[in-house]
């Protein structure tokens, strides 16, 4: 299992030039192969590097001797002693081996995690530095822009409100775990962001597997998976404070402190940190937090444990709505127009906003039962509270409103607080309110591996998860009346609700899973291979606290399952040194999601709901040597009977939603990516990917009927061959990262998006002779940053800058396709022109 520990270390290096330079390759013992991501420091000094993909590293001295202090989390330290003046010594082979004694806190996320040229998946992998010098005031998902196959927007622009596309795919449909545990919505499977606002301080790693993925849970995945771990208490006693600036008033605040493993075996480590701007698109001002706790204990060779809770309370306001491209050109702020706020009682007011705090807390228990057998299990709590906000009542939000102090301009809400006391005893005509979406989560995961032989493990492993979503919206601001009439509960009609109240709906959505999964591995010499068999079960219950009395049986569902399953393998052969080839297989079927089970937002249950099927087929190739590293895979992946609904009118003026069968759809595509060092100052990367994304078929005559079985209408449409749209189907890339002057280094990358449709809803599809979608028009953009590392104080200190579009290129980032499927119909969002940030940040 120690093999694994190399999934929570990157492909990353640093050089730095001095009048002596030492090199050498750090080796792992257990693989006999070079150990990536391995610290090397000159002993009492804050000089040191890190080891590159091929174990490789180099640094400079301004000592003729001394020692080098080789380490990895997992593995025992090593000194080496050196002896260079004013030339290079080369101290070849360094061997690392397992430590006995190591804190093991990573392992539990390793079986989530690939290892290179191993793990037969498409794979691209991002390190903390990376991480650090690139994110500035990004959102989080955009440090993966320059990955092949994936699409990164900030969709309206406020803060932590990014959307992260994969192959294809919408973000519903790419599982993302942190630490191992899932994060996707229980009930729609979407993620959300904002809630992981503050993730960059703390990740020591992210990693994207494209396609099936390496996963060892029952986790159906359709696009990729995004696995997240978090720092833990392997860090080397000590911390840092960081501040940083940029555009639109944007500040951030942070430290972190860790205790390094102490003699008694614990160790902890604790990070905190608060970000605040008015930001770039009018009106979306944000306030945000993060904290992160680590710590570890272990007790003998047997037993430790390790407990993490991090959060990130945030509250932004949004720009909910997409508009015209003429709207964006009629406004006097362009592009950064958003008719979703205005000023009340002299104070900037959110219309619409988000705010919301979902800390998470897990408690790590490690077991080596012997040599051969280890059982890893993590319980986990999850407590999400908050939503966002809206208005109900008289619509006087429109955009040429006589309740905004002008076209286009913001919203005059103290027009219309004056009405509301006016009505007096009548009550408010309209009002703000919060959607909210509070919820607990409970989960344990538990996993066993054991060897077989030498070159079979077995691992094996349950998934079990609760998860109850409490869904109200509540009175937030009267606007100056005396109340909101609501009829909206059956069981208390005349609602004359204050501020807190309930009103509109009000109901929980409770989610049961119970999945597990076996897999075998077979690794000898070059050849890897696995087969994996996973199950799981998904239960839904509704509970409707409005629309039943509390006497009506009916206000409780039944639980209704759906089992599903997925079974996959594949195979990793490396020919040479430098070559391999991997390829994989699978088949897997996914649970409805919640609103397709339950319709028209109350407790009718769908007959028609069943699992969406997915089946999957890889091939890639990878090359590796000193200097060069590059990937190509080709994918295609099935998606059949996608859960899509259709809402329709009555006889009786009712809301009717219907499911509709047989929306398949076929994405298959090339990728690759590559990495060039010609010097140990300069790296070259790029990547491409050209996809070719459609829906398969048409679907027609679908005929749909009410509860008495009258023909309500007959459903057609007409997708068959339309190119699946929200996110570009040609990407391309290139970068560099250039050390130009001692400990200074200068980055760009060009990002370049093409072949871009606007998202549709194929229900919307009903012509037979309706053309094309809209195509979005293709752009380019252009990041650079600068890095420069100095002794303050006797601190290591860092200065870090980015700018963000240099070119200031104007594009538009998000489009729904519009009636006329063209330009002038469709609703956009922009992307940011150009912005930037610089920070600095003192270790200690």
């Known amino acids: 299992m120690r093999k694994l520990l190399l999934l929570a270390m990157l492909l990353a290096s640093a050089t730095i030039f001095a009048q002596g330079t030492i090199t050498g390759t750090v080796i792992d013992s257990e693989m006999d192969g070079p150990l990536p991501g391995a610290n090397v420091k000159i002993a009492g000094t804050n000089t040191g590097a890190i080891t590159d993909f091929d174990g490789k590293f180099s640094l400079s001295a301004d000592q003729a001797t001394g020692k080098l202090e080789i380490s990895f989390v997992g593995y025992e330290t090593k000194v080496v002693d050196f002896s260079v003046s004013g030339g290079t010594q080369d101290l070849g082979r360094i061997v690392l081996s397992p430590d006995a004694d190591a804190l093991d806190e990573i392992v539990v996320t390793s079986y989530s995690l690939a290892i290179d040229r191993k793990t037969p998946v498409a794979v691209s992998t991002i ?272 955009l040429n409103s006589d309740y905004r102090q002008g076209y286009l301009q913001p919203v005059n809400l103290d027009m219309i607080a004056q009405e509301n006391v006016a009505n007096g005893a009548d009550g408010s005509e309209t009002i703000l309110r919060a959607s909210r979406n509070d919820h607990n989560w409970f989960g344990a995961l538990s996993t066993l591996s054991t060897d077989i032989t030498e070159d079979i493990e077995l691992l094996a492993g349950v998934d079990l998860r609760y998860y109850k979503g409490k869904h109200f919206q509540e009175v937030t601001d009267l606007l100056g009346g005396q109340y909101w009439y609501d009829d909206s509960d059956a069981n208390n009609p005349v609602n004359l609700a204050q501020v807190g109240d309930k009103i509109s709906y009000w109901n929980d959505g409770i989610v049961l899973w119970e999945g597990g999964f076996v897999q075998a591995e077979y690794s000898k010499s070059d050849f890897d291979a696995f087969v994996s068999l996973a199950a799981s079960n998904t239960s839904y219950k509704r509970v409707d606290y409005f629309n039943y009395l509390d006497s009506d049986p009916n206000q409780e569902t039944d639980f209704y399952n759906f089992f599903g399953y997925q079974i996959k393998g594949g195979a990793n052969y490396n020919f040479t040194r430098s070559s391999g080839v991997f390829a994989n297989i699978g088949y897997f079927e996914k649970a409805p999601f919640f609103d397709s089970v339950f319709l028209n937002f109350v407790n009718d249950v769908n007959p028609d709901a069943e699992n969406q099927k997915i089946f999957s087929v890889e091939a890639g190739y990878t090359f590796r040597n000193d200097k060069f590293r590059a990937n190509v895979n080709a994918y295609r992946t099935n998606w059949n009977d996608r859960s899509l609904t259709y809402s329709y009118n009555n006889p009786d003026g009712s809301l009717g939603v219907a499911n509709i069968l047989g929306v398949n759809a076929l994405h298959q595509g090339l ?31 679908v005929q749909i009927f009410d509860e008495e079985q009258n023909l309500v209408d007959e459903i057609n449409l007409y997708i068959g061959g339309d190119k699946v749209g929200g996110q570009p189907q040609t990407t391309a890339g290139l970068g560099f990262d250039y050390e130009f002057l001692e400990d200074m280094r200068l980055r760009a990358n060009g990002n370049y998006f093409a072949d871009f449709y606007s998202d549709f809803d194929p229900v919307s599809r009903n012509n037979p002779d309706a053309v094309e979608v809209w195509k979005l028009p293709a752009f380019a953009t252009l990041d650079v940053g600068l890095t420069y590392d100095f002794d303050f104080g006797g601190f290591k200190t860092t200065l870090n800058a980015n700018v963000y579009n240099l070119t200031n290129t104007e594009y538009i980032a998000n489009a729904q396709n519009g009636l006329g499927n063209d330009a002038n119909t469709a609703l956009v969002w922009y992307g940011f022109e150009r912005t930037w940030t610089v920070g600095a940040k003192l270790n200690f």
């Open 127 to 398: 390190s903390a530095a990376e991480i650090e010098t690139k994110i500035g005031n990004q959102e989080f998902p955009e440090v993966l822009k320059s990955t092949p196959g994936v699409y990164a927007n900030k969709s309206g622009g406020g803060f932590g409100d990014a959307e992260l596309r994969m192959r294809g795919f919408e973000g519903e449909n790419i599982a993302v775990m942190i630490n191992g545990v899932p994060v996707n919505d229980m009930e729609n499977g979407r993620v959300y962001w904002s809630n992981w606002a503050g993730l960059s301080d703390v990740t020591r790693t992210m990693q994207t597997q494209r396609g099936l993925g390496a996963a060892k849970v029952a986790v159906p995945s359709i696009g990729g998976t995004v696995n997240v771990v978090t720092k833990s208490t392997d860090a080397e006693k000590g911390g840092n404070i960081y501040a940083a600036t940029g555009n639109d008033g944007y500040t951030k605040f942070g430290a972190t402190v860790s205790t390094g493993k102490m003699e008694n075996g614990l160790a902890a480590t604790v990070s905190a940190s608060k970000t605040t701007g008015n930001g770039y698109v009018d009106g979306t001002e944000f306030t945000g937090y993060n904290y992160f706790v680590n710590i570890a204990k272990k007790f003998n060779d047997q037993h430790e444990l390790s407990f993490t809770a991090f959060g990130a309370p945030q509250r932004h306001g949004q720009r909910q709505n997409r508009y015209l491209i003429q709207t964006y050109r009629e406004s006097e702020r362009g592009i950064k127009f958003n008719g979703d706020w205005g000023y009340y009682n002299g104070q900037v007011t959110h219309i619409e906003d988000n705010f919301y705090h979902k800390p998470q807390m897990s408690l790590n228990h490690f077991w080596n039962i012997n040599e051969k057998t280890l059982l890893s299990t993590a319980v986990y709590a999850s407590f999400g509270t908050g939503g966002g906000g809206g208005w109900a009542g008289d619509n006087k939000f429109g």
């Open 671 to 701: 990728e690759l990516d590559f990495e060039y060092r010609p010097t140990d100052e300069l790296s070259i990367t790029g990547f491409g990917s050209f996809g070719d994304w459609t829906w398969a078929d048409d679907v027609t005559g």
